[in-house]
């Protein structure tokens, strides 16, 4: 069976010894630091920008959003997430996932104590 | 070999195995309880994120408070919040970012293991950490000349009676009071989220110090750059929180909600 070869062809893969995690090290090059570095000079812009500007309640939304962009182009290229194992990218994801979901359920108690007060 | 056996069979002599495979490279960073390298170097980069888990759930406890407080008080934060300087707050956003990028450049030099180009880079990171500290330091001052310090010395009197423009016209809404008692809320929180980034920065330039001495002792060119990436990964961090700090402090309140 195809499956099979395959599966051996896996299983006797040196790099499960050399390299048990297959993790590689990406390097990363300054051009591309150099973008990172612009892109997020132009988000600061931006968000400076956006706040001279009346939008009514979507002055907070707007410059969150700018903030979590810069964050996520942070995360993926200066911290080199975007190059890292399945394990970590899982662990960067699970850390925000929870931040999110303690934000939420502890806002969901303070809401609901002066119900229509708000 | 076969791996499963190897990894549940203790009394399996690992390094005969091991042997076998593949020539033995000695690589002196290279602790001897772990299979590889690169096994290393994954496990010292999952540690670092685990432990900038619970740097995220510490400050989102204070980022947490900003947003409850500031829905509860928000006519108190309007006028508090619009007191901070966006221009130095905005250089200083500029300022540590482009110590992050002098950060990740550092990286990369420890990577093709470029001694001098990694002492130079770490030392420019150095550089624009302590200007962003030098700013917020003349933003701190300001604020205690103004009494705008929380506690009993705190001075109320531009919330409840706003500077005038050069028409005559107030800058901000005047306040009652008891609402601009509350602008100390906010310059609580401003001065407990901002003190604690603050923290962090000196804590990361007393590193960068220590790290700078060993890069030019040539820890960090042959091959080694895991204290270098990890350090990376608390600066880019604490980068991380300011990108947040600076709309929700300086930005967010230009334009109240009537």
Redesign the interface.
């Known amino acids: 069976m195809a499956h099979d070869t395959v599966h051996e062809h896996h299983y006797h893969d040196?790099a499960?010894?050399?390299?048990?995690?297959h993790?590689?090290?990406h390097?990363?090059?300054?051009l591309q630091?150099?973008f990172?570095?612009i892109a997020?000079?132009i988000g600061?812009l931006l968000?400076?920008l956006a706040?001279?500007?009346?939008?009514?309640?979507m002055?907070?939304v707007i410059?969150?959003a700018?903030?979590c962009t810069?964050?996520v182009i942070?995360?993926l290229?200066?911290?080199?997430v975007k190059y890292?194992?399945h394990?970590?990218k899982i662990?960067?994801a699970?850390?925000?996932f929870?931040?999110i979901v303690?934000?939420t359920m502890?806002?969901l108690d303070?809401i609901s104590r002066a119900w229509g007060l708000? | 070999?076969d791996?499963s056996i190897a990894t549940t069979e203790p009394l399996m002599p690992r390094e005969t195995a091991?042997h076998e495979?593949?020539e033995h490279v000695f690589i002196p960073q290279h602790r001897h309880h772990f299979?590889?390298e690169?096994?290393q170097?994954?496990a010292g980069?999952?540690g670092m994120?685990?432990f900038?888990?619970t740097e995220?759930?510490f400050f989102?406890g204070l980022?947490?408070a900003y947003?409850?407080y500031r829905?509860w008080y928000y006519d108190a934060f309007v006028p508090a919040s619009n007191q901070l300087s966006?221009p130095l707050g905005?250089a200083n956003?500029?300022i540590l970012?482009?110590s992050?990028?002098f950060?990740?450049?550092g990286?990369?030099a420890a990577?093709?293991r470029k001694r001098a180009l990694l002492v130079l880079f770490l030392i420019l990171t150095t550089v624009f950490g302590l200007a962003f500290l030098g700013i917020k330091y003349v933003e701190y001052h300001e604020k205690w000349e103004k009494h705008h310090i929380p506690g009993a010395s705190f001075d109320i009197s531009e919330f409840v009676n706003p500077p005038k423009d050069a028409a005559g016209k107030p800058t901000q809404h005047a306040l009652p009071p008891d609402v601009a008692e509350k602008t100390q809320i906010f310059f609580f929180l401003y001065f407990a989220m901002t003190g604690m980034h603050a923290l962090h920065m000196i804590i990361g330039i007393g590193l960068l110090v220590w790290l700078i001495a060993r890069a030019q002792r040539g820890d960090f060119s042959s091959g080694y750059?895991a204290p270098i990436?990890n350090f990376?990964?608390y600066w880019?961090?604490v980068?991380?929180v300011w990108?947040?700090l600076?709309?929700?402090l300086?930005?967010?309140n230009?334009?109240p909600?009537q």
């Not at chain 1, 290229?77 to 080199?80: A, E, L, V």
């Open positions: 040196p499960n010894v050399t390299n048990p995690e993790a590689e090290h390097i990363v090059t300054p630091y150099g990172v570095y997020l000079l600061t968000t400076v706040a001279d500007q009346n939008f009514g309640f002055n907070p410059a969150l700018i903030a810069k964050a942070v995360i290229f200066f911290m080199h890292q194992s394990l970590i662990t960067v699970c850390g925000f929870t931040f303690l934000v502890t806002l303070y708000w | 070999m791996n091991v495979e593949h299979e590889t690169e096994q170097r994954e980069s999952f994120w685990l900038l888990l995220i759930m989102g980022f947490f947003l409850l829905n966006v905005g956003t500029a970012i482009t992050g990028f950060m990740a450049l990286v990369w990577e093709v750059v990436e990376g990964l880019h961090f980068d991380i990108l947040f600076f709309p929700l300086y930005l967010i230009r334009h909600l």
